[in-house]
T-cell receptor, first 114, second 115 residues
């Protein structure tokens, strides 16, 4: 089937605006992860879900960041009142079930806050 | 806390040379999982291999091989007879079963294979 998809692929927003990034995981995958990747660095964990339950949100930088996966499939990462330091590549990944399985990554959303 | 170190920031080799990318990890869990991912210039992250902590058998897949040694907490990746298409950033990652639920990625090693 299709891989992980993310939309939009590119987002330019002005400081102070809210943005919503969408992730559509591989069909049948229980676990869904959000990462942020700065240029030249490895992905940084933000949060993850099993089905619709958010298992760990310890990586979310502050309370402007939130994520949901209401029906256990598509997930949305929302950043409120964006700041320039939020500019990064945001990546979503899914896995069959839990941390023991490999994750398959989407193409990412490149967020630029001006 | 879990941690992954990739001491080699950048490596350059000439095509057909063998190259080994080092990965050293720290964990307090007895059950954990190790992964390698490739990120070519196009930007996507491509899964290469998964290893669990109870399986120390080395693995070979074509020109790729992985050496897992619990005694030294290392999970090194060797490319034999490197090709230009192997040029990419390679990330090692760790997840724990009991003490942590999330993936930790190393900083990556940028491999350049020159023709």
């Amino acid at each position: 089937g299709a891989g992980v998809s993310q939309s939009p692929r590119y987002k330019v927003t002005k400081r102070g605006q809210d943005v919503a990034l969408r992730c559509d995981p591989i069909s049948g995958h229980v676990s869904l992860y959000w990462y942020r990747q700065a240029l030249g660095q490895g992905p940084e964990f933000l949060t993850y879900f099993n089905y619709e339950a958010q298992q760990d949100k310890s990586g979310l930088p502050n309370d402007r960041f939130s994520a949901e996966r209401p029906e256990g499939s598509i997930s949305t990462l929302t950043i409120q009142r964006t700041e320039q330091r939020d500019s990064a590549m945001y990546r979503c990944a899914s896995s069959l079930a839990g941390v023991s399985y490999e994750q398959y990554f989407g193409p990412g959303t490149r967020l630029t806050v001006t | 806390a879990q941690k992954v170190t990739q001491a080699q920031t950048e490596i350059s080799v000439v095509e057909k040379e063998d190259v080994t990318l080092d990965c050293v990890y720290e964990t307090r869990d007895t059950t954990y999982y190790l992964f390698w991912y490739k990120q070519p210039p196009s930007g996507e992250l491509v899964f290469l291999i998964r290893r669990n902590s109870f399986d120390e058998q080395n693995e070979i897949s074509g020109r790729y091989s992985w050496n897992f040694q619990k005694s030294t907490s290392s999970f090194n990746f060797t490319i034999t007879a490197s090709q230009v298409v192997d040029s990419a950033v390679y990330f090692c990652a760790l997840s724990e079963r009991d003490y942590g639920q999330n993936f930790v990625f190393g900083p990556g090693t940028r491999l350049s294979v020159l023709p």
